[in-house]
Every structure is written in C-alpha cells, then in structure tokens.
C-alpha cells in the first residue's frame, strides 16, 4: 500500500519557505508595540505549554502513555504551535500504531477479518503520526535539531507503507538539517527507501555509511544484512547480522532468519539449524517464526512445535 496524505513533501518543502518568509516579515516589524505585545503573550503560552510538555515527557518514558495524550492536548491548546508537543504527539500515535501491529503479527500471526480491521486501524495511527510529524518540522524554527528529528520520522512512517518517494526525500530533507545529530537513523532510513526502490548500490552506501557514523546501530546492520544476502554475498550477510543477534539490546528476530540462511548458503547446516531455531523461539506464535519453520524444514520442527505448544 503506498502511504498517501493530504499535504505532500513537496508542499511541505513550500511551507518551509512560508514561514522563513513570515519570519523575514516578523523582524521587519518588531519595533512596533502591537508586535511587541503579541510577542509578550506567545512566550506567556508557550512556558505553560512547556510545562504540560514537560509532564507528558515524563508519562511517556513511564508508560502512562493515556496521560501523556492528555498533557499534550493540554500543551497544544495553549500553544497550538508548540513543536515538541506536536513531535511527542507523533511518537505516541505511532507507539500505539506499532503495538497494534506486534499484536497481530508478533504475539499471533492473525489472518482473519478481525486482524484485517485491525490492520486498518494501525495504518489511520500511521498516518495521524506521519500528520504530526509534519507540523511539529513545520513548526520548528529554523536550525533546530528537532526538525531534521520530525522529517526523519516522516520518512518512518512512509517506509512502514513502502512509499519510496516520500521516505527519500523526507530523509534527505533530515540529513540536509545541519543540527540533526542522529544521521545515522536517517542514513539508514534513506539507504533502505533506495533498497525497496530498486537502486542497491546506493542503499549500501547509505547503509554502510550509517553503522560507520554508529557501529552499534542494530537497524543499520540488520538492513545491511538483508541486502547483502539478497545480493548472493552471504559471507558479508551473516557478519552483519551477527551483530545484531549478538548484541541483547537488539530483539530484531529477523536477523537470525536471515543469519540461518547465510549460514545454509555458506555450508554451515547445524549453525544455520540453530540460528532459525533461535528465530521461532524469540516467539513462536509470530509471522516470522512461522516462516523460520519453514526454513527448518519437517525434519527440524518437533522442538519448534514444543515451544509453540508452550506459548498457549
């Protein structure tokens, strides 16, 4: 399904240049005392904002992720231009876009009309996300390192819908911030829009340069992997994709599916046994420990089965 939303990039790039432009305006006419006044009152709204932005920051690093909705509301009726809270507001529709997800494809592998509604209901979160994102990049000033941070959750977003188009040009937007400070992420995010998009070469490079810029970036090592095993080169696949599933702080279960077939390819059957093993019991009931199984083959799939039994 290719992500589609009422403002595109490009107007978003326009937008950009509308409030660059009122910007130039603002300070043409910040001596008069109207302007002066109004400027008194957006600080007076923007420090209550603050301090329900601040709460919500705090809800959400402990889970009450409802009352972080509610302090964010809060925040943006005082201050409707308030870019972090927009921003926050963004990461918590698509936290609960994501848990909507895992439940379906991760906890279970759900197939039936209930997991298609819900499906839908995930992609809406998706696309609230991707319209929060946008305002908070919209509402930043100029240089701030928040704003490559909200194009490159666009580009999220537009790669959980497998929009190429949108996910390049929102990373590359990110990447031409010059106060963005996370350009791995968003390296990683362009290198795999060039990937489904056809262009392997430049997706290596991307991918290649992002684990540089962050050797311990398990995304960046994960993508890699797959692409080099799609590419034949199995020896490269699986020495990336060890380094996610060899590092506790990387739960990407894929890489050990993608770790078993390098090692199948490679000759080395009882690694290979082992590590997609490994993928069906990170969780058994998943999408992908179903695909594992299928890796594993008839004759490997008694233990399998047993740690499947004992999930329900």
Same mark, same amino acid.
Request: aromatic share 6%.
């Given at each position: 399904? =290719?992500?589609?939303? $009422?403002?595109?990039?490009?107007?978003? *790039? /326009?937008?950009?240049? *509308?409030?660059?432009?009122?910007?130039?305006?603002?300070? /043409?006419?910040?001596?008069?005392? &109207?302007?002066?006044?109004?400027?008194?009152?957006?600080? &007076?709204?923007?420090?209550?904002?603050?301090?329900?932005? !601040?709460? /919500?920051?705090?809800?959400?690093?402990?889970?009450?992720?409802?009352?972080?909705?509610?302090? #964010?509301?809060?925040?943006?009726? +005082?201050?409707?231009?308030?870019?972090?809270?927009?921003?926050?507001?963004?990461?918590?529709?698509?936290?609960?876009?994501?848990?909507?997800?895992?439940?379906?494809?991760?906890?279970?592998?759900?197939?039936?009309?209930?997991?298609?509604?819900?499906?839908?209901?995930?992609?809406?979160?998706?696309? &609230?996300?991707?319209?929060?994102?946008?305002?908070?990049?919209?509402?930043?000033?100029?240089?701030?390192?928040?704003?490559?941070?909200?194009?490159?959750?666009?580009?999220?977003?537009?790669?959980?819908?497998?929009?190429?188009?949108?996910?390049?040009?929102?990373?590359?937007?990110?990447?031409? &911030?010059?106060? @963005?400070?996370?350009? @791995?992420?968003?390296?990683?995010?362009? $290198?795999?829009?060039?990937?489904?998009?056809?262009?392997?070469?430049?997706?290596?490079?991307?991918?290649?340069?992002?684990?540089?810029?962050?050797?311990?970036?398990?995304? $960046?090592?994960?993508?890699?992997?797959?692409?080099?095993?799609?590419?034949?080169? !199995? +020896?490269?696949?699986?020495?990336?994709?060890?380094?996610?599933?060899?590092?506790?702080?990387?739960? #990407?279960?894929?890489?050990?599916?993608?770790?078993? =077939?390098?090692? %199948?390819?490679?000759?080395?059957?009882? $690694?290979?046994?082992?590590?997609?093993?490994?993928?069906?019991?990170?969780?058994?009931?998943?999408?992908?420990?179903? !695909?594992?199984?299928?890796?594993?083959?008839?004759?490997?799939?008694? +233990?399998?089965? %047993?740690?499947?039994?004992?999930?329900?």
């Amino acid at each position: 399904m =290719v992500f589609s939303r $009422g403002v595109s990039l490009v107007r978003l *790039v /326009a937008r950009f240049a *509308v409030v660059t432009a009122a910007a130039v305006v603002a300070s /043409a006419c910040a001596s008069s005392p &109207e302007t002066k006044s109004r400027k008194k009152t957006d600080v &007076e709204k923007t420090s209550r904002a603050d301090k329900h932005y !601040d709460v /919500a920051v705090g809800s959400f690093h402990n889970g009450m992720f409802s009352d972080a909705r509610i302090q #964010i509301d809060r925040a943006l009726t +005082e201050d409707p231009e308030h870019a972090d809270s927009h921003y926050l507001q963004g990461v918590l529709l698509l936290n609960e876009g994501k848990s909507i997800v895992d439940a379906i494809e991760i906890q279970q592998c759900l197939q039936d009309d209930a997991a298609a509604q819900q499906r839908v209901r995930a992609e809406s979160l998706h696309r &609230e996300a991707a319209d929060a994102f946008e305002r908070a990049a919209t509402a930043y000033p100029e240089g701030a390192s928040g704003r490559g941070r909200a194009l490159n959750s666009m580009s999220v977003v537009s790669l959980f819908f497998h929009d190429t188009d949108d996910a390049t040009t929102s990373a590359e937007l990110a990447l031409a &911030e010059q106060f @963005y400070t996370a350009r @791995y992420s968003a390296l990683s995010n362009l $290198g795999w829009a060039q990937y489904l998009g056809g262009d392997t070469v430049s997706a290596t490079a991307s991918l290649r340069q992002a684990v540089l810029i962050n050797p311990a970036f398990c995304v $960046g090592h994960y993508r890699l992997a797959q692409i080099y095993l799609d590419s034949g080169l !199995d +020896e490269h696949a699986y020495e990336h994709a060890k380094q996610v599933t060899e590092n506790g702080q990387c739960p #990407i279960q894929d890489a050990w599916r993608i770790a078993g =077939v390098a090692q %199948m390819r490679l000759g080395q059957e009882p $690694g290979a046994v082992e590590a997609l093993q490994k993928c069906v019991d990170l969780a058994p009931r998943s999408c992908q420990a179903e !695909d594992c199984r299928r890796l594993l083959g008839p004759t490997n799939t008694e +233990e399998s089965e %047993m740690a499947l039994q004992s999930t329900r």
